[in-house]
């Protein structure tokens, strides 16, 4: 029994310490963006921090075993629990020490998992367990307690939990483990009442911190946004968050702020007017990003559009979008309109799989900070997008700013030139972003901006668009290359880009 008891805990302390590894890698990512150097540094800061806890696990004398096991249980609990709550409010209320903050709780974990196996091994090898079954079931019931999590985390706990909740929860089953561990082995253990007192103790903070969690993270987001937060939500894709002061609502994806509802007009006049006044003919038009539903609306204002096709990969996005009255009236109900179909899709596999053709295309997708991201500016993109167009078609892309990432501004444009579309770059001022930059691009169009637009606008007329389409000399053309998808070079012009600007 003592034995199956033992195995056990080799299954839920695996499923554990993945857990608090991909919390924190889930984390730096949604805060810090370049999914790939977050998730590869934190992977190789704990498996290096494993080595040296496994290291240190043979000073462990045999008879302090299960003593030594048990305490580590709680430690693991405690700082792996509070891991995803602490890391959080660092990043909100004092983000400078987030770096130094995170890669130390990723290390105090590993190493502390790193001592969990061995010690299970070796009481178990105490118990005249044969070494090759002894290795055969710890490793069995350890990949399978990593496999188990490895599925649950973004199809179940980070999803409906979210990050903060999640890590409170695989603390406590680190808890727990310690607890019957105590329980079944208190004949072979020293001062069982003080450790079953420590660790209810432990347990008890952490039911409380699951408990509160969402008032946890919307004490961390004030710090971090400094609004009244009316929504948020964590999705398998992205962390959401809305916020309003006064009349001002914003939007943040993963903490980037997405628009502001005082200066949007701007944004979305010059994202879509420049291209449907060019088309007096468009029909069919087809929306990718854009979940908000605002470019959606100054589409829809076009009384020739029979059509729109809305390719957003989130549905929580849409959904708020579609429900919440707030959001509702800021895209005057854009997606109740009969013309349009939304579909819940990556937009790279939509376009693999369907055969459709659209008048025009408006790319608004959030800036190619992660690889997932650069992948819909890419040459193969850009080249499945094309397919979709009509010949005298046009596509306008959403690209960053030409000013404070000009890199990565015009490497999107040598990445539309090298599938063969003729381009015309053009920018605007947003005041919630400053100087902001689009591509406009067609297969065969020789485009000319509209010198009057037929509807009433905020902020375009014939003088506002004559400016977008000149650039000034700090904003200059920067000879780059095409931004391909497995060297992905429009992710690390972004970030050199930005980081520039912060400094």
Known sequence: MTKKILIVSVFVVASCGLAYELIAGALSSYLLGDSVLQFSTIIGCYLFAMGVGAHFSKYVKDEQVLARFVDIEMAVGLIGGLSAALLF???????????????????LVGALVGMEIPLVMRALNSR????????????????????????????VLAPQLGLVRTGFLFGMLNIAVALWTIVVFRTELANVTGRLLRASGVMLALVIGFGAADRLT???????????????????????????WKDDLRLYINGNLQF?????????????????GALPWAKRVLILGGGDGLALREVLRYPQVEHVTLVDLDPA??????????????NKGSFHDKRVHVVNADAAIWLQQNADMFDASIVDFPDPSSFALGKLYSVPFYGMLKK???????????A?????APHAYWTVDATLRDVGMRTWPYHLYVPSFGEWGFIMASPQLDYHPPESYQLPMRFLNTETTKEMFTFPPDMKPLPMAPNRLNTQSLVHEFEQDWRRVIR
Do not use: C
């Open 260 to 276: 502001s509802s005082r200066d949007e007009y701007r944004y979305h006049e010059a994202l879509v007017h420049p291209v449907m």
């Open 89 to 107: 409010m660092t990043f909100a209320w004092a983000s400078a020490p987030f770096r130094t903050m995170l890669y130390v709780m990723v290390f």
């Open 317 to 330: 996005m849409t959904a708020a979008f579609t429900k919440r009255d707030e959001l509702v009236a800021l």
């Open 128 to 155: 005249q367990t044969e070494f090759s079954e002894l290795v055969s079931r710890v490793l069995t019931f350890d990949y399978l307690g990593a496999l188990a999590v490895s599925l649950l985390f973004p199809l």
């Open 388 to 398: 979709h167009v009509a010949a005298n078609g046009l596509v306008v892309i959403q």
């Open 400 to 404: 960053t700013s030409p000013f404070f």
């Open 218 to 244: 919307s004490w961390g987001e004030h710090g971090l946004f400094g609004d009244e937060i009316v929504y948020s939500t964590t999705t398998p894709y992205q962390r959401l968050v809305i916020t309003k």
